[in-house]
Each structure stands twice: as C-alpha cells, then as structure tokens.
C-alpha cells in the first residue's frame, strides 16, 4: 500500500471505531486491526491516538465549515446570515463531541480539555478566515476582530452549556435558548460600527 491509502485506511478505522465505541473505549490496537495494519504502522504515520483523532475532526470540521460557508443562502441581509452561520458552526461543535470524542473522555480526561481548546482555536481561525472570504461581509478595518468575538462568544457559550446538560434534551433547550436569547445581540455587537 502507498502512504495515503494507509493513512486513509487508519482514518477510515478509527472514525468508524470512536464513533460506535468513542475515543476513550478504542485503542489502537483495534484501530490497527480494523485498518489490517500492525500497530507500529499507525505510529508511523501518527504520533498518537489524539493526532489520529485530531486529522479526523479537522477533516470534518474543515469540509463542514465550507459546506457552511459556500452554500447558496437565501438569506436578506447580513445579519441573518451570520446568525445562522453561527448556530451551524455551533452545531457542528457538538456534534464533533458527541459523535467523534464522547462526552465520558471530555468530562473525565485531564487531557482533553487541551485538546478541546487547540481544536476550538484551529475552528475558530478557519472560521475567520472564512467568514472574512464572503463577499457580502463588511470590509471595514475591524471586522475581522468582530467576527472574532463573535465566533469566541458562541463557542465559549455553546461549549459551557454542552458540558453542563444532562441529557441531549437540556442541550436542544440551552441551543434554542442560546439562538433566541443570546445570539441577536452578539451578532448586532459584531456588525455594530
């Protein structure tokens, strides 16, 4: 096998594994075996368990982010579409968690709040970046710093109600609650000159 079919191989086993078992129930060994692979091979192409699962999440983030951001919007002004530009990138974030990590590994794993936090600055700047390509938003000096907080806020606020809920119920409440309640003045303050 050439180095991309087998890093391929690895991704494909791991993302099926961390999503029928989560992250911290799969090891390598089993992601070795599903990939047909020797475990010393995995190391060769990956530093870790989390480097594996960290090129998985940024793949995932990164063909969401502009599936996100290049889809045609019907959208009138600017201000709806970056509300639910938002609330489809904090969407995302949580699935990330609840597909890809597992809540039990986020909640008891020293570690991954680290990972969590790397991770959010890696979407938060493609984020900007993005954002910032759209033709239809303000080129003014500071944007990009608006678009910044913005991005910040709803991340920090969809991550903490996301590690308090109890149950998927509590997170469907605290996101409608968040989009209703929060999210209309913290895209006015970022549109605001």
């Known amino acids: 096998m050439e180095a991309d079919k087998i890093k391929e191989s690895i991704k494909r086993a791991a993302q099926e594994l961390f999503r029928k ?3 911290h129930k ?8 599903k990939a047909k692979i020797a475990k010393a091979t995995i190391y060769k192409y990956f530093d870790s368990k989390e480097a594996v699962l960290h090129v998985l999440l940024m793949d995932y983030i990164k063909s969401s982010v502009d599936e996100l951001i290049n889809s045609t919007t019907t959208e009138i002004d600017e201000e709806t579409h ?3 530009l938002i609330m489809k990138t904090c969407r995302l974030s949580y699935t990330v968690c609840n ?4 809540w039990d590994f986020i909640r008891e794993s020293a570690n991954s709040q680290d990972f ?3 991770l959010s600055n890696e979407l938060e700047e493609m984020l900007v970046s993005s954002f910032m390509q759209l033709s239809g938003m303000r080129k003014q000096e500071n944007s990009m710093q608006r678009i910044r907080f913005l991005i910040k806020c709803s991340k920090n606020i969809v ?3 996301a590690f308090t809920s109890v149950s998927d119920s509590d997170v ?3 996101f409608v609650s968040f989009q209703k309640e929060i999210l209309p003045y913290l895209v006015k303050a970022a549109l605001t000159v």
């Open 99 to 102: 597909e890809f990590i597992g």
């Open 116 to 118: 969590l936090k790397n």
């Open 172 to 174: 469907r409440k605290n």
């Open 26 to 33: 799969t090891s390598v060994n089993e992601i070795a075996k």
């Open 82 to 84: 970056l509300s639910n």
């Open 159 to 161: 991550f903490s109600f």
């Open 21 to 23: 078992f989560g992250y």
